[in-house]
């Protein structure tokens, strides 16, 4: 970009046209604000063209930097963190005093709150074990849940105070939440067809998740006495986020989780010592987190392909859907 372009030396029309911008896709990433910030300087200059490959990485952070500056009155705060698969660096418009389920709220009507509610349950307690931290849905495990469990009913009106009225919703109903949700950006799919939460969700959401899902150990020991020790919401060693897809420790009762994308920084601030952050095992053929985990026997066959630092490179095909499928 040329020295004499205004770009970013106060808040201008085009950090007006970024932060609109931002508002409706409420995520962005270097590559894609790239062409976006390119069409708002050539908008602004059309003498003067600019084009993607002009706007650098400095050029893209000292517009989230001004935003970040602009927006805070407004209770609004971008937040950044590493896409757990692409690995790219995700930058989201954070509401700051209204969490994620209650922007949701607006859009969505009590009842699909609470097929919602379920299907996170699912993601976070019925497909996260200690033997597969799978924290992901497939459509049809989801559809399974439009209508509450009796289970289901009695929680819902003991934490409500209600005598249970949640009618739950219709196999149709509850896809097009599913795929509404989406849309929104807090659900991702894969291409497996997996529903997770999406990085922003994640972001939004880490207080609420930890809240609910973790310290709750006594409540309901249906699983026994590992599934007491078993924390549902963890955080990688390395990068301090939460970790719904990456490695787990080798050592199965071990805390030990790191994003894919941790584990070379891991061993490097370990002068290069290839093990657990938390118990010292070696680090060899760690287990999965994420949907890998959901496949047959993971610990067994994830690491096959390409040693340690394989997260993704053993892609077998899956074989049969997950054990946890029955209920
Ligand atoms: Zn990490
Ligand atoms: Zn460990």
Partial sequence: MSQDDPIASTYNNTHRAF???????QTITYPTAKPLLAAILTAQTPDRPTLPEDISQEDFETYIDALTTQISPFDLEIRSTVHQTSKER????????SDALTQMSTTHSADELAFLKRVLDAMFETYNTPRAEIMAIKSLQALRLARPSGEDRRRESQAANTQGKDAGLTQVQAEKVMGTLKD????????KGYYSLSARALMELRGWLVEIYNDHEEEDGQDEDEEAEHVKIKFCTACKEIVTVGQRCPDVNCQGRLHGHCVKNMFRAQQGREQCPVCKVVWTEPGAVGEKAARGDVRQSNGGGGGRQSNGGARREEVVDEESDSE
């Fill in 19 to 25: 932060l609109q911008a931002l508002l409706s896709t």
């Fill in 184 to 191: 929104e950006g807090w659900f991702e799919l894969s291409a």
């Fill in 90 to 97: 995700i930058y989201a418009l954070v509401n700051t005093t």
